[in-house]
């Protein structure tokens, strides 16, 4: 046991000692994921995408700048973009055509029952509809007829049908349990395939 | 008595485990994560280098904070999959794609190359930024 607790207090002394070490950034990186204050966001200067000797990246906003005031989430930018509407910390721009023009929310829940061993999935048109209009899935990428679009997680993971959003701009993929939410054993009466609920 | 192996093993057994995990945290430490972007931030790069230009970052964070999907992915026109759109710097600066807002109107004008041609030289085209779609194979 002496051993064991030897062993221990030095891989947290290693630990403890290359963490606060300036010149490592993957340290840095590890350590942001648990950070709450606006740390958790990569400067547009050290994010391997921006070109730090160019013009322009010392120009650009960064994103803790503007992600830090909205509702936070651990997935995706860190940010739960649908509560950030709904509870009105931004309202972006419906259109740049029409200033008139209001989203079409759409409240209406649709369950899909064939998901295997996994919870089945709910789809929410209210969350979709506040972002998107609706043909921008439909009747291209998903019929509005019951059963006409068949797709599995196979085409989902492969960036087809919701993949074409999470996994991309969307939450990402490896939160299973956002759609796939609805336990069978939690429910009062069977749910059939496509279910719409109101 | 069969339980005094027993329990003589368990022990160095209990030593490996935690060696274990205390070289899988640090090995976690010191390998490199994949690029940093933020989520949803997509590089284009058909035209740009080829033309002697830096790549162009677009970030989805920044835009959908101020317009929702529609405006760009309805009104503007953008297919929803990074690489489809053949967006030429000539329809930007006639008012098309980019160009419906980036006018000095709505937002900046095209004359501001480089707040747009941002990205580090060698980048590939595509959406960046965390876990991605891109087959089953990746997860």
Known sequence: ?198 | MTSGPNLHFQEPVCHYLAGTMILFTLVMMFTPLPAEAEYGDVVLNKRAEKAGMRPVIFPHWFHRIRFRCRVCHTEVGFEMRAGSNNILMSDIIEGRFCGMCHNNKIAWGPQNCQLCHSGLPGLEGGVRGGPPTGGPGKY
């Not at chain 1, 891989?11 to 993957?26: K, Q």
């Open chain 1, 1 to 198: 046991m002496n051993e064991l607790l030897l062993v221990m207090s030095l891989g947290l002394l290693l630990v403890a000692c290359t963490e606060p070490e300036p010149t490592a950034p993957r340290a840095k990186a590890v350590s942001r994921a648990l950070l709450a204050g606006p740390e958790r966001w990569k400067t547009i200067m050290e994010d391997d995408l921006h070109d730090p000797t160019g013009p322009g990246a010392k120009q650009l906003q960064n994103p803790a700048e503007a992600l830090y005031y909205l509702p936070s989430s651990f997935t995706g930018n860190n940010v739960r973009w649908v509560e950030a509407i709904e509870e009105g910390y931004i309202n972006p721009r419906p259109s740049i055509l029409d200033s008139n023009y209001e989203m079409q929310v759409l409240d209406l829940d649709v369950i899909r029952t064939r998901t295997a061993d996994m919870p089945m999935v709910l789809f929410p048109h209210k969350k979709h509809t506040e972002w998107l209009e609706c043909s921008n899935c439909h009747e291209w990428l998903f019929k509005s007829k019951r059963g006409a679009t068949r797709f599995g997680m196979f085409d989902v993971l492969n960036g087809e049908y919701c993949g074409r959003c999470h996994g991309a701009v969307a939450f990402p993929l490896i939160e299973c349990f956002y759609c796939h939410s609805v336990h069978r054993g939690e429910l009062k009466k069977p749910v059939t395939e496509l279910e719409m609920h109101k």
